[in-house]
């Protein structure tokens, strides 16, 4: 008998959101929400019986073994956007629900910000010791946004332990988890970012994260758009119709998979030859 989605050791629906405001700019629309809709969808997993966890605690429990408590979810936001400082936090903090910030760090306002990098108005870092004062998990999402499958190895250590050490020296404790820019990575990049002391890593997949399916470095999140309307959010964290739901978004990133493999394959060789 199939367990319920995120039930006992079953599957587990890790929700990806990123901007979250009522004027997004135009190269981040598609993957904000407002904060109508967010307080809405938070709501919705109080009403619905689902305990919010850390991606840290979910590792952890998959790790050791650990019961998990019912109908476990996890919240997670991609970048760093002033919104979530803004809009996300009251919520999650009326709701006493935890949640996890990915950041960029090189995106973010202050002393390792790189002009023009960022796609919208991002959190400074007085926002960000705010919200992990408020027990937001802070973790690792490179330096630059950069596709990491693509990076040479000397970029790549740079990405992601450039991240680490940033996030160490601002909040005084180093990050445990790591999250793909764009999704993307490789057994190299999964392996890099192991060593550098991450215990878990999440894709994106649009699937319920499965630790008997997905390695701890690869773990599945399921998108949250502006286009996702309550009853669709419904039926994703409910682990219903989720492969129909994204079957588009699947076969473009095979595809695309492809093309990124074949990219990296030939500047392989022109590092050789030259």
């Given amino acids: 008998m199939t367990e319920p989605a995120g039930q006992g050791s079953g599957p587990v629906p890790i929700l990806m959101y990123h ?6 700019a ?10 109508a809709a967010f307080a809405g969808q938070m709501t919705l997993l109080g009403a619905r019986g689902f305990t919010p966890l850390g991606t840290a605690e979910l590792a952890e429990a998959w790790r050791t073994g650990r019961p998990l408590p019912r109908r476990p979810v996890l919240i997670t936001f991609d970048d760093g956007y002033e919104g979530v400082h803004r809009h996300a936090l009251p919520v999650l903090k009326g709701l006493g629900f935890p949640a996890t910030l990915f950041v960029s760090t090189g995106w ?11 796609l919208d108005t991002m959190l400074d870092w007085d926002q960000v010791r705010e919200l992990d004062a408020a027990g937001v998990e802070i973790g690792g999402h490179s330096h630059t946004h950069p596709q990491l499958d693509q990076l040479g190895d000397e970029r790549l250590w740079f990405e992601v332990l450039r991240c680490k050490e940033v996030l160490r020296d601002e909040l005084g404790t180093a990050p445990v988890s790591f999250a793909y820019p764009y999704g993307y990575s490789s057994r190299r990049v999964r392996r890099a970012v192991r060593f550098a002391g991450f215990t878990s890593a999440l894709a994106v997949g649009n699937a319920l ?50 093309v990124r493999r074949a990219r990296r394959c030939l500047r392989k060789v022109h590092e050789t030859r030259v």
Wanted: glycine share 10%; net charge positive.
């Fill in 209 to 258: 994260a499965d630790r008997r399916r997905q390695a701890p470095y690869a773990l599945a999140r399921v998108t949250v758009r502006r286009s996702t309307g309550i009853e669709e959010f419904e039926r994703l964290v409910e682990g219903r119709a989720v492969a129909r739901n994204f079957a588009g978004d699947r076969a473009l990133t095979k595809g695309y998979a492809l």
């Fill in 26 to 35: 135009p190269a981040t629309r598609g993957l904000s929400v407002t904060p």
């Fill in 108 to 118: 973010l306002r202050g002393p390792y910000e790189l002009p023009g990098a960022a």
């Fill in 19 to 24: 901007a979250v405001t009522d004027t997004p």
